[in-house]
């Protein structure tokens, strides 16, 4: 199933300054793979030493939080929009 993937401005060094890319595969975990396979690096900026997504990096697929659906398991089916975003802290 092929998927868009929003990149945020922080990884996009691993896209070639891509805002959007193009990726492969039925779950986000699989379209994680295909986003390795083509833009080495990445997966281990949204990926823990575990395998699980890190706790500072939101993923959505369309609208839905993957923490609150099947995390790496989240369906991605053909068109869906997967977005990579970081959380930001901060504040006085």
Excluded: W
């Amino acid at each position: 199933m092929s998927v868009k993937v929003r990149i945020p401005t922080i990884l996009r060094t691993y896209t070639g300054g891509a805002s959007e890319v193009s990726a492969e595969g039925a779950t986000l975990s699989e379209v994680i793979t295909d986003l390795e396979k083509n833009h080495q690096g990445i997966a281990a900026r949204v990926l823990d030493d575990a395998g699980k997504l890190r706790r500072f990096v939101n993923v959505y697929v369309n609208d839905d939080d993957v923490r609150f659906e099947q995390g790496l398991e989240t369906p991605t089916p053909e068109g869906a929009g997967v977005s990579i975003i970081p959380a930001v802290a901060g504040g006085c």
